[in-house]
């Protein structure tokens, strides 16, 4: 069975390659093309596959082209935090399971995959049981605690 390829991955690849091409200002068509035929016999970075673009890329970057910012999104969310409303269910336990967690130096975004997989809430924010918070609650405080950290210390003021 063929993989399938994501044509806006493809399209963003070759863009990739060809402002390469352009931010290497002593490069030439006539080098850009030898490289490709040396390298992928072939002549166009149109015509390489998308496993062949990524690796093209890594080569022009090694020959001196350079991408900003290449894996942080604008307007991403932080790693280190999680809002949680005043008026959310919980919301002072649920502050405080993050504090752990932020102690305990995970990504944030672990905290909904871990609620996902072991309570079926896609959310952090989402998870208003109470039994369910209390287990997530217990297992970070040992967790704090095998590391040397005090989950009381981490927790928020009020």
């Excluded at 080098?31 to 080569?59: C, N, P, Q, V």
């Excluded at 924010?125 to 950290?149: E, F, M, Y």
Aim: aromatic share 10%.
């Amino acid at each position: 069975m063929a993989k399938t390829v994501n044509p806006k991955w493809r399209n963003a690849l070759l863009a990739k390659v060809h402002i390469a091409k352009k931010q290497m200002p002593n490069l030439d068509d006539d080098t850009y093309r030898g490289w490709l035929a040396e390298i992928y016999g072939k002549t166009s970075a149109g015509k390489l596959s998308m496993h062949e673009l990524a690796d093209f890329a890594d080569f022009l970057e090694g020959k001196g082209a350079a991408f900003p910012n290449s894996h942080k999104r604008s307007g991403s969310p932080r790693d280190d935090f999680y809002e949680i409303p005043d008026g959310a269910p919980f919301a002072s336990q649920k502050r405080w399971i993050a504090a752990m967690w932020n102690a305990l130096d995970w990504k944030m975004s672990g905290l909904d995959t871990r609620c996902a997989s072991q309570f079926g809430v896609d959310k952090f924010i989402w998870l208003n049981d109470q039994p369910a918070l209390q287990t997530l609650s217990k297992d970070l405080v040992g967790r704090c605690r095998k590391k040397g950290i005090d989950p009381y210390d981490a927790q928020p003021a009020s």
